[in-house]
């Protein structure tokens, strides 16, 4: 990253550091020697009060004064000399007092230029200034006066070693500095990297987040307000997963609302437009029929029993189609509980098939169906039975050529396959997948021969759908074989 925040630290740092550095060489290098010469004034100075205040109380003579003199002399590196005022030395703290008593006559007789002393200080009775030995060409800081005795006396301390001692120190600071600029670079390169790692990851993270990952969580381990942060990031990754997770499940129920409410819709369109048309002729020929008996076409009672039974028929189609409706009605908009209990379906099949051994007697079929023992199953024992009569009551009706009806119950597994199946003619392919539609019918002038209203399949496959279970037909040269299966144990 050309901004990045590791970079933009280490060089903010760095910089700070070096121009720290540099700052404090040039005070050392500028201003080290002057802070060391203004330094020796206050020593020197302080030597003079001692001496000065020694000679004032008549201690000049003491040895306790004398070894206290020597001392502060030898500390601060400072020669001492005192002249009577007969010009003999009175106090000196060397035995080379010969070049202090010169200097003090030079003093005296005012016998040196202002280059060869520099007046720095002018007190009352002293002065300090800064000389030049031309024998050692060595400079020195001179404080030279009269006591309160009236007694001349020198002090000085060498200044050459204070202007190497600074010139050393600045040279040796350089070198510390540039080391250390080097060493602490490295160092704070690092610890930016370290510093800028786990801010790294929380981009990172972030950026993951913006792209709809949320499995992406802050894993470094960090007591700060960088990990305070990264524990929030992680919160808030499961917040917006959780809420993104609500809303998609909100907005796909509302997608299957709608189009739930747009098959209602439909529905409610088709089911209009169907019972207006399956109603039209029954109403027709009702209407007809009764016109006819009210207008007396015809007197004799044969026939107005004819009319009376044909309107009873018609009545009675429509009574059956609108109850098939009503209970088809209920299952597609899941208005219909399905029960689910444990029963014998080889009874049931055998109780459908005697309520219709009658009609199949009348019209000369043949029945097949052989079950030794109960065969229990789990389903919807009522919906079961309607998934029956239908095949069977639609086996009856479209039974032809060998007259045959044979009914089989087949375990598979865990389930119980229960087949219907009547010689006749194949449906046509084009209408196999057709057949489990409302009102759709193969063979209308048939349909309408025995009654049938085209939503008896339709109630199968509602029936079926309800409980989840699988369901067709078959086509055979032969005959064609409608099925279903149910559970034949606990699942």
């Known amino acids: 990253m050309k901004h990045s925040i590791k970079r933009q630290m280490a ?25 060391y010469i ?55 703290s060397n035995r080379d007092y010969k070049t202090l008593q010169r200097r003090l006559y030079a003093y005296i ?11 720095l200080v002018q007190g009352e009775g ?9 024998l050692t060409q060595a400079d020195y800081l001179e404080l030279i006066g009269t006591l309160d005795s009236g007694e001349p006396f020198i002090m000085r301390t060498a200044v050459e070693s204070i202007r190497e001692s600074a010139e050393l120190s600045s040279r040796f600071f350089a070198y510390i500095g540039a080391a250390g600029i080097l060493v602490s670079s490295l160092l704070i390169w690092w610890l930016s990297r370290r510093l800028s790692q786990p801010m790294m990851e929380l981009a990172e993270l972030s950026q993951r987040m913006a792209d709809l990952d949320f499995n992406a969580k802050f894993v470094s381990h960090q007591n700060n307000e960088i990990g305070f942060l990264g524990q929030h990031m992680n919160q808030l990754s499961e917040t917006l997963e959780q809420t993104i997770s609500e809303l998609k499940t909100a907005n796909n129920e509302l997608q299957k ?27 027709a020929l009702i209407q007809g029929y009764a016109e006819g008996l009210k207008e007396c076409i015809n007197d004799d009672p044969e026939s107005r029993d004819f009319y009376c039974e044909v309107i009873m028929d018609e009545a009675g189609k429509m009574n059956t189609m609108v109850k098939n409706l009503l ?33 199949m007697e009348q019209k000369g079929i043949h029945l097949i169906f052989k079950t030794n023992e109960p065969l229990y199953v789990w389903a919807d024992e009522f919906k079961v039975e309607q998934v029956v009569t239908n095949y069977v009551s639609n086996a ?65 496959k509602a029936v079926m759908e309800s409980m989840n279970k699988e369901y067709g037909v078959k086509n055979y040269d032969n005959g064609v074989e409608f099925w279903f299966e149910v559970d034949g144990k606990v699942n």
């Open 257 to 283: 609302d709608i189009e739930h409410k747009t098959q209602i819709d439909e529905m409610r369109k088709d089911f209009l437009s169907n019972v207006s048309h399956e109603l039209k002729t029954p109403i």
């Open 38 to 92: 203004e330094n020796k004034k206050h020593v020197i100075l302080n030597a003079y009060h001692v001496l000065n205040n020694g000679v004032s109380e008549g201690r000049l003579e003491e040895s306790e004064f004398i070894t206290e003199l020597d001392q502060i002399c030898a500390t601060d590196n400072i020669s001492l000399f005192v002249m009577d005022t007969s010009g003999n030395p009175r106090l000196y």
């Open 109 to 119: 007789f005012e016998l040196e230029t202002p280059e060869t002393a520099r007046v």
């Open 327 to 359: 209970a088809l009605n209920q299952l597609e908009f899941g208005n219909d509980i399905t029960s689910m209990e444990r029963f014998d379906i080889a009874d049931l099949v055998q109780n459908v098939l005697n309520s219709v051994g009658i009609l």
């Open 396 to 460: 009856i009706n479209h039974c032809d050529y060998d007259k045959i009806i044979e009914v089989k119950l087949v375990r598979n597994g865990g389930s119980v396959r229960v087949s219907v199946f009547n010689t006749g003619n194949p449906i046509p392919e084009n209408d196999l997948d057709k057949i489990w539609i409302k009102f759709y019918k193969v063979d209308k002038a048939r349909t309408r021969e025995y009654g049938g209203s085209g939503i008896g399949l339709s109630i199968v």
């Open 126 to 134: 002293y002065v300090i200034r800064e000389s030049k030995d031309f």
């Open 11 to 35: 060089a903010c740092f760095i910089g700070v550091m070096a121009v720290t550095l540099i700052c404090c060489w040039l005070v050392n290098r500028f201003f080290l020697e002057n802070y």
